[in-house]
């Protein structure tokens, strides 16, 4: 039986994890996993990595790096389940099932999408470098998050849409098949999460190529802070901890009583040179054990191969079943069972006796028959409409060119509107797509 509320998110396996994604993310997500009021899943969205990165090498490479991140920073695998996307085939058939629900107008408005065709706004392709992974991208992430009827998803801010758009798409489902899914929550960190400073001053990350990665040796851990930018007060002045990337990265490791001896050390004017040593000391002492046993991980793939196969045990225990309910949802079953529909069931339960079973039917009828007049009224609407508009076109001054720029109109309207308005909508594109000028 399900009791504890799960908590669900997904890594993706590109690039190195830095200072800045181990203080926002990972800290926070091995801490929740050695507490018992979760029940936790983590996985490596591999999939997902596939939109940004080609190179089967680097997505290789990547995929074992951050495995063994997550293994050496303490995550706990008996009591989260610790697992590889790729591993759960159950996620690119849900995936298939959710894009049948999913109207392509929902997708249209993503942020990530949206953003990716600004920047080629300049261009004549809007869609020039957008693959079809990048546009459904929202849906491969409800696919993740519904398969596992997750409740809780802990993201930053900039994906807290997407979990809105599976929520959409999964209520979608609830109510064209059976309410199967439970609708999941964004955890988002309370406040403003403290973004971490890269070595030159702007937030750490990697586009701006100023990170420093998480388990450098210390050689070139040491080489990183060195290059930390700082003003050139000398020795002796006091300086200002607050503007300074140094104090900040040492205030977001060090303990509090040594960050307050720090401070009055800035006041007594320690000198930019012996800061950085003592930053670096620090910070090397601090992510020491656990660099060394992602060294010892990194080495042993087989190691991590085996954690995740277990993983993928444990989360298919949950996804295998309930894909099997879902795919017999939707009508795709075994050909020799019979299935119950939700309707036929209600229809047993309400009609008890002969007269309840004809009120239903009257009631039914009358149904159909307002249906069927509010139908014919908005017929008569649309052509009203669309008398209208031809009117507005031959009185034109190139009624051609009008012709074309409201059929357009009318596929763009089609194409952001709700599914009951898209309706009367394509009506009357219909009908005037099949006007003779
Ligand atoms: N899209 C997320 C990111 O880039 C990663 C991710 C994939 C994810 N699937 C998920 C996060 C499901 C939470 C839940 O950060």
Excluded at 60 to 79: C, M, V, Y
Excluded at 216 to 240: F, H, V, Y
Aim: glycine share 6%.
């Amino acid at each position: 039986m399900q009791t504890k509320q799960r908590v669900l998110t997904g890594i993706t396996t590109t690039g190195v994890p830095h200072l800045g994604n181990y203080l926002g993310a990972l800290k926070p997500a091995i801490a929740a996993s050695q507490s018992d009021q979760y029940d936790g899943f983590y996985f490596l969205a591999d999939y997902h990595a596939l939109i940004k990165c080609q190179d089967p090498q680097v997505l290789h490479r990547s995929t074992q790096e951050i495995a063994a991140i997550w293994l050496a920073l303490g995550l706990n695998t008996d009591k989260v389940t610790f697992y590889r996307q790729s591993d759960i085939v159950e996620i690119p058939q849900l995936c298939w099932l959710l894009s049948c629900m999913t109207a392509k107008g929902l997708m249209n408005r993503s942020h990530a999408y949206k953003a990716a065709i600004d920047d080629n706004l300049q261009q004549g392709d809007h869609d020039q470098g957008i693959s079809m992974g990048l546009f459904s991208y929202p849906i491969l992430m409800a696919a993740d998050i519904l398969l596992f009827n997750a409740h809780y998803i802990p993201v930053g801010k900039d994906q807290i849409q997407h979990i809105e758009m599976c929520r959409d798409i999964a209520a979608r489902f609830n109510k064209v098949y059976q309410p199967l899914f439970n609708l999941p929550q964004a955890m988002v960190a309370h406040g403003e999460p403290k973004i971490l400073s890269g070595l030159d001053g702007r937030k750490m990350s990697k586009s701006y190529g100023n990170i420093i990665p998480l388990f450098a040796p210390s050689d070139q851990l040491r080489k990183l802070i060195n290059q930390i930018i700082t003003n050139s007060l000398k020795p002796g002045q006091p300086k200002d901890p607050d503007t300074c990337t140094l104090f900040e990265i040492y205030n977001a490791f060090a303990t509090s009583t040594a960050v307050e001896q720090m401070r009055q050390r800035y006041a007594n004017g320690i000198g930019w040179g012996q800061m950085k040593q003592e930053l670096f000391e620090y910070l090397d002492t601090y992510l020491s054990p656990a660099r060394q046993r992602f060294e010892h991980i990194i080495q042993d793939p087989q190691y991590i191969e085996t954690q995740l196969q277990q993983g993928a045990v444990k989360a298919r225990q949950y996804s295998q079943p309930f894909m099997a309910q879902l795919c017999a949802v939707v009508g795709i079953t075994a050909l020799d069972k019979t299935l119950a529909t939700p309707r036929e069931k209600n229809v047993v339960k309400q009609a008890k006796s002969g007269d309840e079973h004809s009120s239903i039917l009257a009631g039914r009828q009358k149904a159909i028959a307002i249906a069927r007049q509010r139908e014919a009224e908005q017929m008569a609407q649309v052509q009203a409409e669309l008398d209208q508009l031809l009117a507005a076109i031959k009185n034109a001054s190139d009624p051609q060119a009008a012709y074309a720029a409201q059929i357009q109109k009318l596929q763009q309207a089609i194409t952001y509107a709700t599914n009951k308005q898209s309706k009367l909508l394509r009506k009357k594109l219909q009908l005037l797509q099949a006007v003779v000028l």
